[in-house]
T-cell receptor, first 112, second 111 residues
Framework: QKEVEQDPGPLSVPEGAIVSLNCTYSNSAFQYFMWYRQYSRKGPELLMYTYSSGNKEDGRFTAQVDKSSKYISLFIRDSQPSDSATYLCAMSGRQGAQKLVFGQGTRLTINP | DVKVTQSSRYLVKRTGEKVFLECVQD?????MFWYRQDPGLGLRLIYFSYDVKMKEKGDIPEGYSVSREKKERFSLILESASTNQTSMYLC??????????FGDGTRLSIL
C-alpha cells in the first residue's frame, strides 16, 4: 500500500463547477500538507500549505485536512479553464522536511 | 520570488552516454533536490543535498550521481544513460521551514 493515495483521474468538469480533489494517507506522523499545481510542460508550483487539521482558504481555493480520517481535500470554487492542470498532494512529518511524500497527481480539465 | 532554473527544457541523448543535468537557484537555499516524474508513479526523489559538497540518497539513486560544488548549483549525472532513464527530471530547493520550490523540469529522452 502506498503511503499516499491520490486518484489520478482524469477528471473533467464544466466551467463554474465546484471541484473536489482528494488524497488519503496511512502515516499518522504527517502534519504538514501541501497542494501543488502543475501545468503541462511546467514544474509544480505551490498552491496551498497547511498544518494539522482544519481548513485554509485562499481565494477560490480551500484546503481541508482531516487527520482523524487521514484524508485531505482541495476544493476549487467557480472553476475556470485556467485551472486545468495536474494537482499533486504532498505531505511531511515536520516543517521544512527534506523528504516529502507525494500523491500520483490528479489531472483536471475544466471545459468552457 | 524563488527562481529555480534548469539548464535544458528538452534533451535527447543516446544509450551509454554520460549526461549532465544542471540546476541553478538564486535564493541562497541550503537544500536542493532532484526528482524524476513518470506517469502513474508520481514524483520520486533521486538525491538531495543539504549543503555544499554534501549529498544524501533518495528513494531511487541507482544509475545516478550528483555534484554540488557551489551552493547555487546542483548537478545530476547519469553515468551511462539507459532507455529506462527517459523521464521528466525536476529540481527543487528548500530553505528553513518553507515548502519546496520547483524548476520547470528537463524532459530527457534516451534513444
Amino acid at each position: 500500500q502506498k503511503e499516499v493515495e491520490q486518484d489520478p483521474g482524469p477528471l473533467s468538469v464544466p466551467e463554474g463547477a465546484i471541484v473536489s480533489l482528494n488524497c488519503t494517507y496511512s502515516n499518522s506522523a504527517f502534519q504538514y500538507f501541501m497542494w501543488y499545481r502543475q501545468y503541462s510542460r511546467k514544474g509544480p508550483e505551490l498552491l496551498m500549505y497547511t498544518y494539522s487539521s482544519g481548513n485554509k482558504e485562499d481565494g477560490r481555493f480551500t484546503a481541508q485536512v482531516d487527520k482523524s480520517s487521514k484524508y485531505i481535500s482541495l476544493f476549487i470554487r467557480d472553476s475556470q479553464p485556467s485551472d486545468s492542470a495536474t494537482y499533486l498532494c504532498a505531505m511531511s512529518g515536520r516543517q521544512g522536511a527534506q523528504k516529502l511524500v507525494f500523491g500520483q497527481g490528479t489531472r483536471l480539465t475544466i471545459n468552457p | 520570488d524563488v527562481k529555480v532554473t534548469q539548464s535544458s527544457r528538452y534533451l535527447v541523448k543516446r544509450t551509454g552516454e554520460k549526461v549532465f543535468l544542471e540546476c541553478v537557484q538564486d535564493m541562497d537555499h541550503e537544500n536542493m533536490f532532484w526528482y524524476r516524474q513518470d506517469p502513474g508513479l508520481g514524483l520520486r526523489l533521486i538525491y538531495f543535498s543539504y549543503d555544499v559538497k554534501m549529498k544524501e540518497k533518495g528513494d531511487i539513486p541507482e544509475g545516478y550521481s550528483v555534484s554540488r560544488e557551489k551552493k547555487e548549483r546542483f548537478s545530476l549525472i547519469l553515468e551511462s544513460a539507459s532507455t529506462n532513464q527517459t523521464s521528466m527530471y525536476l529540481c527543487a530547493t528548500l530553505r528553513g521551514n518553507q515548502p519546496q520550490h520547483f524548476g520547470d523540469g528537463t524532459r530527457l529522452s534516451i534513444l
